[in-house]
């Protein structure tokens, strides 16, 4: 993916999967491209389309959502581009759980009882259902391992004040519910995911993605109850089976360990699983959409000189 240079920008950041540009100070141009990370490492290889595909679902949310609380979404000029406002973000990352799978589940799995603060009950099998939902937060790291982090610690660190606190874990809870509404409609639970909030002065904002295969996961409703039942894994959407596969292959992120060789099919097989996600969780039909960089270029452009007026 080309970089590029927008008139007024004052800042160029290159994420794990995304380039971030910021617009005088006010506004970010997001790419979202098709590479792909997982344990906090980038792999070697991008997958077809997973841009396109996280842009536009959480574009879907976002305007779902939009009546919960303010985000930050001003404009999707292309199919892997969004536009929005630049907030001063919080430097957390709001884990919810209505489910107890991944993170938590390894965890719990370990014979411990508490993630973040919260304490899980005993004798859960994984992929239950918590009695209501749970926030788990985590440190928003620049470089390598987001930390579990409690409530507790996150205002004693000075991360937000407690006012804050409580209305973004407020919102949080209820863009969740929201998530699950729009995921039954397509026959799916929304297991978990993570919200980023951000602030423009003293208004709170909704930031970055939303209800995506990348920070969500979801698990097909008609089957699930049967399945815990026979004690049968959950077929889910989400990256996790990446995580499987990586660990089945000795990797998990930690020092000297060798991310395993990605061949063809699994690529295609990943780019499968997102444009599977998107169709299932909108109930639109995937368009896959190619432009070549000067036409993106010229469509953020144009974006921008709108917004700017």
């Known amino acids: 993916m080309a970089t590029y240079h927008f008139p007024q920008q004052t800042g160029f950041y290159k994420g794990k999967v995304r380039d971030v540009y910021s617009i005088s100070n006010d506004f970010l141009v997001m790419l979202a491209t098709d590479r792909i990370s997982a344990f906090d490492v980038v792999l070697p290889h991008p997958i077809p389309f997973k841009g396109q595909v996280l842009n536009q679902v959480a574009a879907y949310m ?39 799978t991944g993170h938590a589940w390894r965890t719990y799995a370990s014979g411990k009882r508490t993630l973040s603060g919260i304490a899980m009950p005993e004798g859960m099998r994984e992929n239950d259902f918590f009695c209501s939902p749970i926030i788990t937060p985590t440190t928003k790291a620049s470089e390598g391992h ?23 874990s407020t919102y ?15 026959q799916l639970i929304l297991a978990d995911t993570k919200y980023e909030f951000g602030k423009i002065g003293s208004e709170i904002f909704l930031m970055d993605e939303i209800h995506t295969p990348d920070s969500s996961r979801y698990f097909l ?36 360990q060798q991310i ?7 690529i295609n097989a990943i780019s499968t699983r997102y444009i599977e996600l998107y169709e299932k969780v909108t109930g639109r039909k995937f368009v ?5 960089d000067s036409e993106t270029e010229e469509r953020i452009l144009t974006s921008l000189k709108s917004i700017m007026k």
């Open 172 to 186: 949080a809870l209820q863009l969740f519910e929201r998530g699950n509404q729009i995921a039954a409609k397509q």
């Open 62 to 100: 976002l305007n779902a959502c939009h009546d919960i609380c303010p985000n930050w979404l001003i404009a999707t000029p292309a199919p892997n581009v969004s536009i929005g406002k630049r907030c001063i973000p919080f430097k957390i990352e709001m884990v919810v759980r209505g489910n107890l």
């Open 288 to 292: 896959p959409e190619t432009l070549q």
């Open 260 to 266: 395993p060789e990605m061949t063809d099919a699994l």
């Open 146 to 168: 987001d930390e579990d982090i409690s409530k507790e610690e996150i205002i004693a660190h000075g991360l937000t004040s407690a006012s804050e606190w409580e209305q973004i």
């Open 221 to 256: 409703k008609d089957e699930f109850e049967k399945r815990q039942q026979n004690g049968e894994k959950q077929k889910q959407l989400s990256k996790e089976f990446v995580r499987e596969w990586l660990i089945e292959n000795n990797f998990m992120g930690k020092e000297g």
